[in-house]
């Protein structure tokens, strides 16, 4: 492969680049989804990615990183929500089209017959059963499961990586402290996936595909899930080496890679930086244009929002639903807006007591 | 040939396990369905949208598929693997080395690796589908359960190995415990639960320590972590998934438009 094309995408897939890239090809997906969910669309992913995959496998550095057994469901798993993603909006582009004109969706056309669970659903549950079967003997007969030398506390490994499935977490590491995105954030998609049914009062979209029907809820699912954590952990895997700093995939993992690390907290972009003067000793002091700031993001603009943008679903939904909503879709977006704080200005903490282990 | 499967089918013994001639006419399939404690899982007869692939992508079937791969695999390799840190590499290795076309632990580690994807397809198609709507928002809630089960289950069995993959994985997942607001030593608010200058959330005794049985991944967490792996999250999912799949039933059998 050319290096011009290993350059390119070296430097498109630096994290700022991926992320935007990311979000700007979700918004068109879904902006275009009826040119998108067009089947040729997705044959030429996948042509287009297999060639890729053929092509990029000369490189050593690539293939070191791609070949790892432990990284082979990683890819597993971007080819499958790819597909999935791809038709799930196929078939609520065919489902719209066919509400528009008054008919039944797909499936409620379907649905006016039943079958006999044998041998109609038995034997496909079969058929998967087997071939999955073969597929996973093969599988294991083609690749060894990993297994590195024996443990040793006194050697750290670098980089040292959480299982694959969490690193999209780990890759929050690098804009907020553990505590917020190692128990709060985790806690939160959790309550927050729990309380989606409660919250969404919208009866419309019950059991088949639609995207006219659920705007809303369908642009939150994929920015949550296909944005920010199966592309986190795809970038989380292939895309961050020693250090945890960035190596594009055909760049070779030097352990020396220097990234400078000149981040400000609020606190010294206010007090000395604005104000001139040196940040105050009293530690809540110091802090306050932080604690303002997240007071004013937490407590003013749920309220802001519902008596303007948000008027037509704080009516629809309620106070308790769209209190529990607004809190957990605030704390979604602190994760963007950290993003975006620490790419343009550098910021590092927008409250900062590492005194008191507090640090937003 | 006729003859025979006739006289086989007309014995006692056949007679006494297979109440119901073969599944070709409605009454036999509804039979055959109702008499099999497996089958009757289902219903008798399924929407049409219920049994197409291209609705229910039959994500959920197989990760419950995997999960039975997962046990089968999973027990025969308890047979071969001890949980301490001498000899848990030790076994591992042996697994590797001297059982010729050993695959047991490979499909035991890519089966959960697929499980994973699985679980998180599954609940994409579900919500996609709208599909925890009511009637079915407490499955729902059962199912993302499910869902934080089945990453513990893999977390927990990440660490067996007892390699440097293992244990540096599981160090790097549970230091975030030691950042738990109030009750790890190093959160929010622990230095706050203190009583006469002494702490009482410290290193020794956070909820981190309580994960891993000491103050760093070791003898104690391996234990740990297997028992949890092996007996304490399959019972807990095995629960989870009776409740998920009956309510799956009584809330209006697999999605379709209601």
């Known amino acids: 492969m050319a290096d011009y094309i290993k350059h390119a995408v070296n430097w498109l897939t630096e994290p700022t680049r991926y992320f935007i890239g990311f979000t700007l090809a979700i918004i068109l997906i879904l902006q275009f989804r009826k040119f998108f969910a067009k089947t040729f669309v997705i044959v030429a992913f996948f042509v287009l990615g297999a060639a890729f995959l053929v092509f990029a496998w000369k490189d050593p550095n690539f293939a070191k990183i791609i070949g790892k057994p432990d990284n082979v469901p990683i890819v597993i798993l971007l080819a499958t929500v790819v597909y999935f993603s791809w038709l799930s909006l196929r078939k609520a582009v065919i489902n719209d089209e066919r509400i528009a004109r008054g008919e039944p969706t797909l499936e409620g056309d379907f649905n006016k017959q039943k079958v006999f669970t044998w041998p109609d659903l038995v034997y496909t549950e079969l058929i998967c059963l087997v071939l999955f079967t073969v597929a996973l003997v093969v599988w294991s007969i083609v690749l060894m499961a990993p297994l590195e030398e024996p443990a040793e506390l006194a050697r750290t490994p670098n980089p040292s990586k959480a299982p694959w499935y969490f690193l999209g977490l780990q890759e929050l590491l690098v804009y907020f402290d553990p505590w917020i995105a190692g128990v709060l954030l985790p806690s939160f998609i959790i309550v927050g996936l729990g309380a989606i049914p409660y919250v969404d009062t919208n009866p419309k979209g019950n059991g088949y595909y639609t995207f006219n029907e659920r705007k809303f809820a369908i642009w939150f699912f994929w920015i949550g899930f296909v944005l920010f954590w199966v592309s986190f952990v795809i970038l989380g895997t292939f895309l961050r080496g020693p250090n945890w700093s960035f190596f594009g995939p055909f760049e070779y993992w030097d352990l020396h890679k220097l990234e400078p690390m000149v981040n400000v907290d609020l606190s010294t972009y206010f007090w000395v930086n604005l104000l001139d003067q040196p940040r105050p000793d009293n530690i809540l002091l110091r802090e306050a244009p932080g604690f303002a700031f997240l007071g004013a993001f937490f407590l003013l603009l749920p309220p802001l929002l519902a008596k303007t943008v948000c008027r037509s679903m704080f009516a629809q939904i309620g106070m308790v639903r769209y209190q529990v909503m607004m809190h957990m879709l605030l704390w979604f977006a602190l994760i963007p807006l950290k993003m975006l704080l620490r790419w343009t200005v550098g910021l590092k903490y927008i409250v900062g007591i590492p005194e008191w282990f507090f640090n937003v | ?258």
């Open chain 2, 1 to 258: 040939m006729k003859k025979l499967l006739e006289a086989t089918t007309k014995t006692q013994l056949w007679k006494s396990v297979f109440r119901h001639g073969y599944p070709d006419t409605p009454r036999n399939r509804t039979l055959a369905v109702l008499s099999n404690v497996f089958l009757h899982l289902h219903p008798v007869k399924v929407r049409r949208s219920g049994i197409q692939l291209s609705y229910t992508w039959c994500m959920g079937g197989l990760t419950f598929f995997l999960f039975l791969i997962e046990t089968i695999t999973g027990l025969l390799l308890m047979f071969y693997y001890r949980p301490t840190a001498e000899l848990a590499f030790q076994d591992i290795m042996a697994l590797r080395e001297h059982v010729p076309i050993g695959i047991m632990r490979e499909l035991h580690r890519w089966a959960a690796h697929l499980m994973v994807i699985t679980v998180w397809l599954h609940m994409y198609r579900v919500f996609l589908t709208g599909s925890y709507k009511p009637p079915r928002e407490f499955n729902w809630n059962v199912g993302v359960i499910l869902l934080v089960i089945t990453l513990l289950l893999s977390f927990t069995g990440y660490l067996l190995p007892w390699d440097q993959l293992a244990v540096w994985a599981i160090t790097v997942g549970t230091n975030m415990a030691r950042a738990t607001p109030f009750l790890g030593h190093e959160g929010p608010g622990a230095a706050l639960i203190s009583f006469g200058g002494l702490d009482f959330v410290h290193a020794g005794d956070d909820v981190r320590f309580g994960l891993l049985a000491g103050r760093f991944v070791g003898e104690g967490a391996l234990l740990r972590f297997y028992v949890l792996h092996c007996v304490g999250f399959p019972l807990i999912a095995a629960t989870l998934m009776a409740i998920h799949f009956w309510r799956v039933r009584k809330d209006g059998g697999i999605s379709g438009p209601l």
